[in-house]
Structure formats: structure tokens, C-alpha cells
């Protein structure tokens, strides 16, 4: 950590205070920008090369090919390449039988076959072919696959969701998921977010890259954003924190009557580590990443003062 | 096959031994065959606790040299048919002996006994390793601090680490009118924290001082209806098993004044 800054929390009312009146003023331009930062994104994602989606289902595995919109596929190389490292990365399928969405990519008969040769060395088979295509369809027909034709308008759009991605051994979860409650002396260091349902008590400690969810007390120490993320946040149904980390900021937690814990969020402002009540952060709150902290935006119902 | 287990706490003077010999007493009274261990090596007070200090001829460390037969280092006690205890050795230190053969000299006690306790040293290191090393089941004593309970709390997960799952808490030396006072932790609070079974609750009296001086377990002097002694020996019934409801530890705090007033207070 490069500077820690030693601030105690103040509590949660007073902070809600301190910052509608700053907000106000430039509210509506944010929110603005806010929106059209969503959409410069996906252009940017279709210039790389995507990697097939692929996903296990109960008996058979199924492999998605992006549509035409997010990435035409022109050399192939490059994607039997990358499946060819997923497929080995992988573990043994228990299953025998590959069904290819093909969406509407123009897949051809050499296609077909370079991927069922991709299949075999792992005992998979390519069974079914689902496209838009008419001229995929042929091709996987004439192949001697069977063939699902979708209208062209039916994009399989929730396909992916359906999917649970077989993700090889290097790559990790985003999110370790810890069922029973931190001890005392116990340190949980994870390069992604943190999810415990229990307590993390006195002496216990969690070191996360991204957020920490605490679906109980933290009376321990949280450290979100580890390796200098400002927008990690924590959130604890109690928070009765020893001390609460962000990025390279420290706070202790206001001492507090326990009666009145409620669920709350620990976010990074401009003066350091403040809480907010979560049902609140949610709705009202987004991340400036000009100025790397979170920002309370103004109620949407208000008027704004011009 | 004999039920071990293991008398820990973390923390330091918070009670262990003397609920290991009170408790190894108290289940004798009911009927059991105990053998109590003493894994303290370097800093024995089991053997003091019983009386037994000076009856002490072979220890732990020579049985495990082959040095003496088991049976000759274990000391009968002969006010109470059915209690032996394995004394540790004084001269030595913790280092002296590793869990393999503590193990190994707990289990050739195995088949003779109904319950063997180890009483364990403070701390987490080499002693405390020794002391869980054959155990199946641990008792965690805390007192009502947050120091203690702090400990208490590491060792419980050190404990899971180890592959203990079946542990009990006992609260020793409570005073209930300090928890009334909200000067003390109470027992939910403690619970609240460690999250474990709760096994017993032993109020603070002065006469486990005395009986610990004396070198006589609670439940054979001439206070054994004490509120101390009744309660060792309700832990000793929940250990086998038995429902036992909590002592009213609040009955002998009060005067009678308080007792009047409580009754017009309701």
C-alpha cells in the first residue's frame, strides 16, 4: 500500500448530507455521459478475436459461434486454434456428442470438418447444426449432420445464458464463494470478488481484488480493490468492522450502538472510505471514473436547479 | 472404544485443567472408567489439581521410551475408583514429544477406559498439536473476555483444520451480576462469536480456588452441592448424553432484599 489514510468512518446519515449538495449542481451531465460510455464498448470488443463460447449440458456439449454483428469469421485458423488450447485445458467430457449454434456465420463444409477433427482426438462427435443459414444448413446436410434452420430474425440470444462456460484450469471463477464463517487467524487472499455466507469474526481477514460481500457480520478486516481497484466495495449485512481497506486507503468504523446495523455498503469517495446503507448504494450511487471514486447522484425525482 | 477428548482453549489460566479434573471427577461419580492425560509438558498441573502430585513415579515421556511399562506410569487415584491419571513430565518441554506418539501411547489406553481426556496446554504450537493429535472430540473452555474468546475463536478453526468436528464450549468463572451490569460478556455474546454447542457454563466461585489448593476435585470434598460442583457434574451428565437444563447461576447472587424486590418488581 503506498499511503494509508487513517480516516474514522462518520456515520451513515451524515454522509448522505455531505454529498446531495455537492451532486446537484453537475448531476445531469454525468448521468449523461454515464449512458453513452455503454455503448463505445462493444465495437471495441468486436475488433479482437472471440473465442468459442462453449458450454456442457446434461448430454451433450454445445459450442457457440458469435453472430455476424459481433465478429465475422473470415480466417478460421485462429479460432480452431484457440478451441484446439480450450479443449485440451479442459478436463475429460462426460459426455459424446457436440451440438454447433452456429447462429448466422457462414460455416462451410471445410468448417465442419476441420472442427470435427478438432472433436475427435477427445471422443466428441458433431451431431447437430443449428443456423439461420441456408447455405450453412446445405453444407451441414450434405455433411451428413442433422440440422436445425431458425428464422433469420431468431438470434439464439439466450443461449449463452443457459450456458454454465467450461473455463480452463488457469483461468479462475471471478468470484470465490466461501459457505461457512471466517475464524479468528484465518486469511483469505483471491485475486477476483469475495462472497461469505457467515460471519467473518474478529482476526479474520479478506484480501480481495475486486468486492467483498459479507452475508453476515464483518467484525474482522475487509480489504477490497487490493491491487488498487477504487471502485471494490464492501458490503456486510452488519458491518462492525476493525478496519476496512480499499485500494490503498484504511478507515476504522465509527463506533456504533448495534441496534441499529443494518445492511451497508463501503465505498471509496474523494475524502476516503465512507458507508452508505445498501439498499440505498445500489439505486443512487455510480463510480466516477474520471475522478476514481463513487458519487451520489440526486434523487431523479427531484428538480434540477439550473 | 473410548471417547478422547480434547480440553483446549486457546488462551492461558482461563480453566482447563481444573475442568479437566473436575470434569474426569465427575463422570468417575457416574459410573465411567476415565483416564486423564496430561499434555502440558514442562508446566504439569493436572497431578496438583488431584492430589496426586506426590504418587507421581513414571510419566508420559518415559512410557513413551519404553522406559516403564503404561500401567506403571499411570497413577490410580484412591479416593476415586476409576480415575487415572497420565502425569506429564516436568523436566522437559514441549518439544520433547511429537503427535505421532502421543497418538500412538493414547491409543494403547483405547480399549480400557470409557472416556480419556487430554488436558491441553495454552497456545497453538507443538503442545497443542501433541494434545489434539488422537483426539476425536474437543471441549473449548473460554472465560467471558474478549481476549479469551478471541483465542477461543482461532482455535475452533485451527480445531476444523485439524479434522475435529465435534466441539462443545464450556464458559467458566461467569459472574452473572457483572453480565446483569453489562460489565461482563454474556453467554449469548460469547455464542454469538464462537457459534459452537455450548456445553456448560461454570460460575466464578471461590471455592474452586480452594478445592484446586487442596488438590481435591469439587465433587468428592463436603461442598459438592455447591452451585461449582452441580455444575461440573451437569456436564458431565450432557457429556453422556443426558438433557440438562442450565443452572439459575442469579439463585445465590442474590440477598434476600433483592429477592423481595424482584417479587414486587414482576
Known amino acids: ?306 | 472404544m473410548s471417547r478422547v477428548i480434547v480440553v483446549t482453549s486457546g488462551k492461558g489460566g482461563v480453566g482447563k485443567s481444573t475442568c479437566t479434573a473436575n470434569l474426569g471427577s465427575a463422570l468417575v461419580k457416574l459410573g465411567k472408567k476415565v483416564a486423564l492425560v496430561d499434555a502440558d509438558f514442562g508446566l504439569r498441573n493436572l497431578d496438583l489439581l488431584l492430589g496426586l502430585e506426590n504418587r507421581v513415579v513414571y510419566t508420559a515421556i518415559e512410557a513413551i521410551a519404553g522406559e516403564c511399562r503404561l500401567e506403571q506410569a499411570l497413577v490410580k487415584d484412591k479416593r476415586q475408583n476409576g480415575l487415572v491419571l497420565l502425569p506429564a513430565a516436568q523436566n522437559r518441554n514441549k518439544e520433547s514429544v511429537t503427535p505421532t506418539q502421543m497418538k500412538q501411547l493414547i491409543m494403547r489406553l483405547n480399549k480400557a477406559f470409557d472416556y480419556i481426556l487430554v488436558d491441553s496446554p495454552a497456545g497453538i504450537e507443538m503442545g497443542f498439536r501433541n494434545a489434539i493429535a488422537a483426539a476425536r472430540e474437543a471441549l473449548i473452555v473460554t472465560t467471558p473476555e474478549v481476549a479469551a474468546v478471541r483465542d477461543a475463536d482461532r482455535v475452533v478453526g485451527l480445531l476444523e483444520a485439524y479434522g475435529i468436528k465435534r466441539t462443545r464450549l464450556i464458559v467458566n468463572r461467569l459472574k452473572p451480576e457483572m453480565v446483569k451490569q453489562n460489565e461482563m460478556m454474556s453467554v449469548e455474546d460469547v455464542l454469538e462469536i464462537l457459534a459452537i454447542p455450548l456445553l456448560g457454563i461454570i460460575p466464578d466461585d471461590k471455592q474452586v480456588i480452594v478445592s484446586s489448593n487442596r488438590g481435591e476435585p469439587l465433587v468428592l470434598g463436603d461442598k459438592q452441592n455447591d452451585l461449582p460442583a452441580t455444575a461440573f457434574m451437569n456436564i458431565a451428565r450432557r457429556l453422556e448424553g443426558e438433557k440438562v437444563p442450565l443452572l439459575n447461576l442469579m439463585a445465590n447472587q442474590e440477598g434476600f432484599l433483592a429477592k423481595i424486590r424482584r417479587i414486587f418488581a414482576s
Not at chain 1, 247 to 258: E, H, I, K, N, T
Open chain 1, 1 to 306: 500500500m503506498a499511503e494509508l489514510d487513517d480516516h474514522t468512518l462518520p456515520n451513515p446519515d451524515s454522509t448522505s448530507t455531505e454529498f446531495s449538495s455537492n451532486s446537484s449542481e453537475s448531476a445531469t451531465p454525468e448521468i449523461v455521459t454515464e449512458r453513452d460510455d455503454l455503448n463505445p464498448k462493444e465495437p471495441e470488443a468486436a475488433m479482437a478475436t472471440p473465442e468459442l463460447q462453449f458450454g456442457l449440458e446434461a448430454d451433450h456439449l454445445t459450442l457457440v459461434l458469435p453472430t455476424t454483428q459481433t465478429y465475422e469469421i473470415e480466417a478460421w485458423d485462429t479460432i480452431w486454434a484457440n478451441f484446439r488450447e480450450q479443449l485440451q485445458a479442459a478436463a475429460d467430457f462426460p459426455v459424446a456428442h457436440v451440438h454447433l449454434i452456429a447462429q448466422n456465420q457462414l460455416v462451410g463444409g471445410r468448417q465442419l470438418q476441420e472442427l470435427a477433427d478438432l472433436l475427435k482426438p477427445h471422443d466428441l462427435k458433431l451431431k447437430r447444426i443449428y443456423t439461420n443459414r441456408r447455405q450453412t444448413a446445405i453444407a451441414a446436410a450434405t455433411a451428413g449432420y442433422s440440422v436445425d434452420q431458425d428464422p433469420p430474425n431468431q438470434l439464439l440470444a439466450d443461449v449463452p445464458l443457459k450456458l454454465k462456460p467450461l473455463l480452463a484450469p488457469d483461468k479462475e471463477p471471478e468470484v470465490l464463494y466461501i459457505d461457512q464463517t471466517v475464524r479468528s487467524g484465518v486469511e483469505i487472499v483471491y485475486p477476483g470478488s469475495v462472497i461469505v455466507t457467515g460471519d467473518v469474526n474478529p482476526g479474520g481477514s479478506i484480501v480481495a481484488d475486486k468486492d467483498i460481500v459479507v452475508w453476515g457480520c464483518l467484525r474482522g478486516v475487509a480489504h477490497a480493490g487490493a491491487k488498487g481497484d477504487r471502485t471494490g466495495r464492501i458490503m456486510a449485512l452488519q458491518m462492525e468492522p476493525t478496519q476496512l481497506r480499499i485500494a490503498d486507503v484504511v478507515a476504522r468504523a465509527a463506533p456504533q450502538a448495534v441496534e441499529q446495523r443494518k445492511p451497508e455498503v463501503a465505498y471509496l469517495t474523494q475524502a476516503g472510505i465512507r458507508l452508505a446503507p445498501a439498499l440505498k448504494f445500489s439505486k443512487n450511487y455510480q463510480y466516477q471514473a474520471d475522478q476514481q471514486h463513487w458519487q451520489e447522484t440526486s434523487d431523479p425525482l427531484l428538480p434540477v436547479i439550473s
